[in-house]
């Protein structure tokens, strides 16, 4: 099971690939610090229904995890770009023919589809770190400068950095899993991307606005959820059951679609 | 040599929609050597290459490689290499860290990686990203991967596309070598030449059926003698056409000359004809037909022909 991940490893390693994929993440967690920032101690309020991102309240940003609010804040964000890498990792296979090739190398499809999953969560894990690193850099200037009290913010480092990274990591990973559902399906990365895109700018946006229609386990909102630890409506634990649902779903389909249709690419 | 066949086929077929790709196949291909497979496009080749890999199952019937079934793809998996339609690699990655990707998915040591860089002619260009290769560089790496497990059956689809005529020659080297070193090499290719040049058995289908499985000295022996005549006025090629046609010889008009169905001892026939027609040849050359014009007489000469062919077979045309 190590030579498929270790292949796919070998083939993450693609300079301008790492480049995009931490380097959306770095300029998103700088821009969210920033305009999270200057909109909190402006005493701005998140219209309801709001896509892509959502702001903390000027309380929160002082108390300790406040440190750590970019990265809840711009969750959606970070997921639409996981979601996006995963999808052009899996679809690049179908549209560069090297499926074929790998297929034929290690016909127990189900064991690629599983390499590729396990070093994407570990391009995961250091996208994450990056948005973490990038987070802590650029909010503590924005924050004395927007005179927000950051007097709290060492407080429980470790369990604020650390939980806030996990939280993020969890959510992204599940939005990968939707990116590479989504390209196993289409074979296309460019279709991938729009759908989710499109699901969480508009459709997830447009069922919020339904009051008569629970929202609280739409995909956006779940992962949302996971990622700032949970919220008044959905709980921790709810959010990773339901994301926990959704990737086992996710990976079953793309697993059952992958091991049984046909290489002709 | 193990006498055992390394690929058969029985009754093997493949359904697209209502298209028949494979239409109960029967085949087999002997151990080692060089192994030619030949058909017009949509004549099922790549469908067989993709069936005998596992990429896709067939709709009936069965076939085996390496003495097992194509259901279970992952017992033979290691002991072939494949180089399917043109190479497919991460153009931003070097040839060799492409290679190393490929050895790692297969469990092999590093060290394979230098030697079929070397046995490909690319050690010197390994660490240049693929993107800045050329189609005959990418096709050499492509033969690079199939060759990376050192396997005993090796399946190529058009090995020699893209190549210059000196890359050409040093893949045919290659391709010999290997099945001389007792692996078993089947290659598709349009370039008739090439097979000829290469192979030591061939196998012709034409519209998922076989039409010729045998040795490639079989099927040389098919070949005939033909006389090519040219007039020493462009302006009398016509009036011979009709005179010989009249007298009751084959004729076909090929390029500049015509083609004449007859050995040497008809020659001076041919030319005492075109004489009594008041004629003068300017050329006359017997000469003896290729794998090209046995190919096209087996399997028809034109893709119109072909599409006709396969159309009426699909039941489309009355």
């Not at chain 1, 549209?95 to 391009?123: C, D, M, Q």
């Not at chain 1, 369990?159 to 992204?172: F, H, K």
């Not at chain 2, 298209?19 to 099922?44: C, F, Q, Y």
């Amino acid at each position: 099971m190590l030579g498929p991940i270790r292949s796919e490893l070998t083939r993450l390693r693609q300079p301008r690939l790492l480049v995009i994929w931490f380097g959306l993440m770095a300029l998103f967690a700088l821009m969210i610090n920033t305009i999270m920032v200057r909109f909190v101690s402006g005493g701005g309020s998140m219209p309801p229904g709001a896509p892509g991102v959502a702001f903390p309240t000027l309380a929160d940003m002082e108390s300790a995890s406040g440190l750590m609010a970019g990265l809840a804040a711009a969750s959606n964000m970070f997921g639409i770009v996981t979601l996006s890498l995963w999808a052009v990792v899996t679809a690049g296979d179908y549209g560069s023919g090297l499926i074929r090739l790998l297929v034929a190398a290690e016909p127990r499809r189900w064991r690629l589809l599983a390499g590729k999953v396990v070093a994407l969560l570990i391009g995961t894990a250091a996208a994450t770190t990056v948005a973490a690193i990038v987070n802590v850099v650029a909010i503590m200037p924005a924050a004395q400068a927007a005179g927000i009290s950051t007097a709290a913010w060492g407080t429980d480092l470790v369990e604020v950095v650390g939980g806030a990274w996990l939280n993020l990591y969890l959510a992204l990973c599940a939005w990968g899993v939707l990116g590479l559902v989504i390209a196993t399906l289409a074979r296309s990365a460019a279709v991938a991307i729009a759908v989710g895109v499109g699901y969480v700018l508009v459709v997830e946006s447009m069922v919020k606005m339904l009051k008569d229609v629970p929202s609280d386990w739409l995909l956006g909102t779940t992962l949302g959820a996971v990622a700032k630890g949970g919220t008044d409506a959905v709980s921790y634990g709810t959010a990773i059951t339901l994301a926990f649902g959704y990737v086992v779903l996710g990976l079953v389909i793309a697993g059952a679609v992958f091991v049984r249709r046909d290489v002709t690419d | 040599m193990s006498d055992s066949p390394i690929v058969t086929t029985t009754e093997l077929t493949r359904r697209f929609g209502p298209i028949t790709a494979l239409d109960r196949l029967t085949v087999e291909l002997p151990s080692a050597g060089v192994i030619g497979l030949v058909g017009p496009n949509g004549s099922g080749k790549s469908t067989l290459i993709r069936i005998l890999l596992g990429l896709i199952r067939p709709s009936g019937g069965g076939a085996t490689v390496l003495g097992t079934s194509t259901g279970t793809p992952q017992t033979y998996a290691s002991r072939v290499g494949v180089l399917i339609e043109s190479p497919a690699f991460i153009p931003a990655l070097s040839a060799r860290t492409n290679l190393v990707s490929l050895a790692r998915l297969r469990h092999l040591p590093l060290e394979r990686v230098d030697a079929v860089l070397a046995q490909v002619g690319l050690a010197g260009r390994d660490r240049e990203p693929v993107k800045r290769f050329s189609l005959g560089m990418k096709q050499r790496l492509g033969i690079a991967a199939a060759l990376l497990s050192d396997p005993e059956l090796l399946i190529l689809d058009e090995p020699t596309n893209g190549l210059d005529p000196a890359g050409i020659v040093e893949i045919r080297e290659l391709l010999r070598d290997l099945g001389r070193n007792g692996r078993t090499v089947i290659v598709s290719s349009h370039q008739l030449s090439e097979i000829e040049a290469v192979c030591d058995h061939l196998v012709v289908i034409r519209f998922g059926k076989l039409i010729f499985s045998g040795p490639m000295a079989e099927m040389m022996s098919r070949t005939r003698e033909h006389i090519d005549i040219a007039t020493e006025h462009a302006a009398d090629m016509a009036r011979l056409e009709a005179a010989l046609v009249a007298a009751g010889w084959a004729v076909t008009a090929v390029d500049d000359v015509l083609r004449v169905a007859a050995g040497a001892a008809r020659a001076a026939d041919l030319n005492r004809a075109a004489t009594a027609a008041g004629i003068t040849l300017s050329r006359l050359v017997v000469a003896q037909d290729n794998l090209e014009e046995i190919f096209l007489e087996m399997t028809g000469r034109v893709d119109g022909e072909l599409a006709n062919g396969r159309a009426a077979v699909e039941g489309k045309v009355a």
